[in-house]
RNA sequence: GCGGGAGUGCCGGAGCGGCCAAACGGACACGGCUUAGGACCGUGUGGCUUAGUGCCUACGCAGGUUCAAAUCCUGUCUCCCGCACCA
């Protein structure tokens, strides 16, 4: 996800979320990938325009300013984009294409303007986006977010509801928790529409409503206060002057702060009836606040006995209750209830449903009602349209032209872009673009006249619900891309970013996607086939934020240790998608690390390598690339430690592993790997080389068992020494026992290769006597088959290959050893030596 | 209320049915190297025990499935996140 531009310095948690990217775009690369790995700035916004004021500068000076500032901190941390297809959202070759995407969609009757109740931040000067309000307060400046009424512009991304949520069954590379939120977000719930007559008029009030098998149940029916139809209702009636009242007071409240089922339930009735389709009862109808406009019809059928706000309400106003649904198991007085009964039952009172499930009930009572022409069965969502257009300047010019005379026009394609005046004077008072009259003052497109221009901008999500197409050709000015090359390289294979955008860039730039295949634009579905979200970094127990002061910034770590130990500890610390808490300490371990690679580079090289230095070192490829493909890149690194440990303990190590360790390093520390590359004798870069690749008839697990046999034996050793304090030992002699049912392992591990039912193994092998076996060989099955042959025999079957075994022993004692057959020793040292294990005995 | 995720050693964190008393790093302790070392190398850090071993107790808590559980299932507690008077 590309950034907006601040002009700070870096922190270690930008540092870690673009590094993430950056590690995974080298690696493919290195495997000989064509990696479209580009950077961009989303570059208008308010923050600038806000600054521009405060500062009395121009918005395009601070964000231009700003860009500099982090692509100079992004170059330093090592990112390895490619520069050249660098986008700016905020200039005309830019947004000049929202615009074109605008009058697109206006065609299709996708952008339309409307009167809407609309959420309206303050602080911010505009309009917002239901997506853009969260908890009631401005995504962007936490202000409260009131409600107005204005005319304003939207994308009908609520088109798009059910293709947006059937998308999200194929996001298969996508978080869970981003794809539930989504479908959240989107809402959808299948019920009935039932259409309730007014008392004294032909008029029908429709509702919505998932319960029609409560339907004989209904009392009262309530609207939304601030439905238009209200007033209507109420107009000239001795009602009106109290339900304005209450409007007023409600409208005062703003919905946004009416939280929840904390807040009392209040409500007026309003003078007017409507009739009980099923029964033909009169129906008080009320206002109250616990009505939503925005969902539904923006009114309800109440049902008190069966529904706990509607209970409540009841209660309240003292409106009657009617049970119309029994519970099987107790008895149920309307008198005496507490509380609604919500749970499943048999309806009663329902004339001819009497005694029905429920259940069952809500498909028959809508088909009853389909029949009579009383309702339908409908889907609801919650999903709002998108309200894209915003009253600041800094945003692309929202393309329209008002003419007295011929009304909306919008502007003909061959007059794009509407470009943003660039004298405009900021006095922080309403959008100054209404102001810039050269602007405004155009003539009609169509009949010439004197008209005047949308002075609206849009929301910056628009910038962002494209800009990865314009990544495929940045410097096309014909079109907004070239669609053989968005062919070519979209979607986008890997995308990373913050949870943050869940239901706001995610969303609308899957909404774009769907909407520009039906323009017949691109020809694929959904926009990011994997998704990334990365943890957070936090510092002192919250997000490591400069709102919050906790940063560690990129310079500081940069000079103190050079920024790939950033990089390193940043990986290491855990796995990328946890949040993970910054640690001086931690850093330091990463920088020790990257210093003793370095070191190796004085080690003694040699030319013939071993079938332990072959071993691990295939192992080694084999895991890191594995757990780079995973995005584990702290297993990754851990893997790497390992390899390094290992060369460091050894006393001669060949150029080959080495040049392959400074391959493996090099998408996590580019920079040390680059000077470990040049002084290995090459001249090109490291990064371009090719990824290694691993040999699986190199990794030999039983090289491996010796590896660790001569580990443990040199681990024997030193406790002997140590007990029998023994400093230089002048000789060591080692008694290794006869084959002690080896045989028999061998045998059982046949098996256990070719089964994984390992209770029948277990039967098996107690029939032939191996109880003393199982022990060993059970713990050791793992689901993995190339880990299987796990036996760890140190019979001097096995010690007859190991020709390094003496050596790596005598160099770590610096002494002679002697390897003695036990059956051969004396008898009473032969009995020292158990099976399974050497013995030692020190002079 | 609905939905998503997490609880592991002194700490950060791996592991997600079997080489697990648990990777790797940090911290601490001891030893080595050294004029010195906050550098480097080695060893150790649940309890008891053996020369090499073995046993017990452990992965929030309580049960269960399995030859075998930190890992699977059920319940429960705590924490984090998203949506939330959605009819």
């Not at 910038?463 to 050709?473: G, N």
């Not at 410097?475 to 890997?494: A, G, I, L, T």
């Not at 370095?598 to 230095?613: C, D, G, H, M, N």
């Not at 277990?762 to 796990?790: C, F, N, T, W, Y």
Request: proline share 5%.
């Amino acid at each position: 996800m590309f950034p907006y531009p601040s002009s700070s310095s870096l922190h270690m948690g930008h540092a870690r979320n673009y590094a993430i990217g950056d590690v995974y775009a080298r690696f493919k690369r290195m495997q000989g990938f064509n990696v479209l790995y580009p950077m961009g700035y989303d570059a208008f916004g308010l923050p600038a325009e806000n600054a521009a004021i405060k500062t009395n500068s121009y918005p395009k000076k601070f964000t231009e300013d700003a860009i500099k500032i982090f692509s100079k901190q992004q170059k330093e941390l090592g990112l390895s984009y490619d520069w050249d297809r660098m986008i700016t959202t905020c200039y005309p070759e830019y947004y000049k294409w929202n615009q074109w995407f605008f009058l697109k969609l206006f065609e299709k009757g996708l952008a339309y303007k409307k009167k809407a109740p609309v959420n309206w931040c303050e602080k911010c000067g505009t309009v917002l986006a239901n997506e853009q309000v969260v908890d009631g307060k401005c995504w962007r400046c936490h202000n409260e977010v009131s409600i107005k009424q204005l005319e304003q512009w939207f994308f009908k991304i609520t088109a798009y509801a059910e293709k947006l949520l059937k998308g999200i069954d194929q996001l298969e590379g996508w978080p869970e928790r981003v794809k539930t939120m989504q479908q959240n977000w989107i809402g959808k719930s299948e019920g009935t529409m039932v259409n309730f007559k007014m008392k004294d008029s032909d008029e029908i009030i429709p509702i919505f409503t998932t319960r029609p098998d409560t339907l004989y149940g209904v009392t009262f029916m309530v609207y939304a206060p601030e439905h238009p139809k209200v007033i209507e209702l109420v107009n000239g009636t001795e009602y009106e002057r109290k339900v304005k009242d209450f409007i007023a007071k409600v409208l005062v409240q703003e919905r946004f702060s009416r939280t929840a089922e904390e807040q009392e339930k209040e409500g007026m009735f309003i003078g007017k009836y409507a009739i009980n389709p099923l029964t033909g009862d009169e129906i008080p109808i009320y206002i109250a606040n616990f009505v939503l406009l925005e969902y539904g019809t923006g009114a309800i059928m109440a049902v008190p006995a069966h529904d706990q706000r509607d209970f409540e309400f009841a209660k309240k106003y003292s409106i009657p209750i009617k049970i119309v649904i029994h519970p099987t198991s107790y008895d149920l007085h309307a008198e005496k209830m507490s509380r609604a009964y919500v749970e499943d039952g048999v309806l009663v009172n329902s004339e001819k449903f009497n005694g029905r499930n429920n259940r069952e009930a809500i498909e028959e009572i809508t088909k009853y009602l389909k029949e009579k022409g009383l309702g339908e069965k409908t889907v609801q969502y919650k999903l709002r349209d998108w309200l894209i257009s915003r009253q600041r300047y800094w945003g692309t010019p929202i393309p329209v032209i008002y003419c007295d005379k011929c009304g909306m026009v919008p502007v003909p394609e061959k007059d794009l872009p509407v470009k943003l005046p660039e004298d405009v004077r900021f006095t922080g008072e309403g959008n100054p673009l209404a102001k810039v009259n050269k602007f405004v003052n155009v003539k009609c497109p169509e009949c010439k006249n004197e008209a005047r221009r949308e002075t609206d901008t849009m929301d910056t999500f628009v910038d962002s619900s494209w800009y990865f197409l314009r990544y495929c050709s940045p410097k096309e000015n014909k079109k907004p891309f070239d669609p053989k090359k968005v062919k070519y390289w979209m979607p986008v294979d890997q995308y990373i970013g913050g949870v943050e955008h869940a239901v706001m860039h995610l969303l609308y730039a899957r909404f774009f996607i769907k909407a520009l295949k039906d323009l017949k634009l691109v020809s694929f579905d959904e926009p990011f086939t994997r998704l990334f979200n990365q943890g957070m970094l936090h510092k002192g127990g919250f997000v490591m934020s400069k709102s919050r002061g906790n940063v560690v910034t990129q310079d500081e770590i940069a000079a103190k240790y050079g920024i790939d130990t950033a990089r390193i500890f940043l990986l290491f610390v855990a796995s990328p998608e946890k949040d993970v808490e910054w640690s001086d300490q931690g850093v330091e371990g990463g920088y020790r690390f990257l210093n003793k690679v370095y070191r190796l580079l004085e080690k003694k090289k040699t030319a013939k390598t071993s079938k332990r230095l072959q071993n691990k070192t295939h192992k080694t490829i084999k895991d890191v690339t594995q757990y780079i493909d995973e995005f584990k890149f702290n297993l990754a690194l851990i893997s790497i430690m390992g390899f390094t440990d290992y060369l460091s303990s050894e006393e001669e190590i060949t150029k080959e592993s080495l040049e392959i360790l400074t391959k493996l390093l090099s998408p996590f520390a580019p920079h040390l790997a680059e000077e470990m590359w040049e002084k290995l004798g090459h001249k090109n870069f490291v990064s371009s080389e090719k990824w290694p690749k691993h040999d699986d008839k190199k990794i030999d697990l039983k090289v491996e068992a010796e590896e660790e046999m001569i580990r443990q034996t040199i681990a024997d050793i030193r406790n002997i020494l140590e007990l029998a304090k023994i400093g230089q030992p002048k000789k060591l002699e080692l008694f290794v026992s006869e084959q002690w049912k080896y045989e028999a392992f061998k045998k059982i591990q046949k098996e256990l290769e070719t089964t994984r039912n390992i209770g029948e193994i277990i039967k098996k092998a107690l029939v032939k006597g191996h109880e003393q076996d199982i022990s060993r060989i059970v713990p050791r099955v793992v689901k993995d088959p190339s880990k299987m042959p796990r036996i760890i025999t140190s019979q001097q079957e096995e010690l007859k290959t190991l020709e390094e075994f003496r050596a790596v022993i005598e160099r770590e004692f610096k002494t002679r050893l002697v390897v003695i057959k036990a059956e051969e020793s004396k008898e009473h040292k032969a009995k020292l030596a158990m099976p399974g294990k050497p013995a030692i005995l020190a002079e």
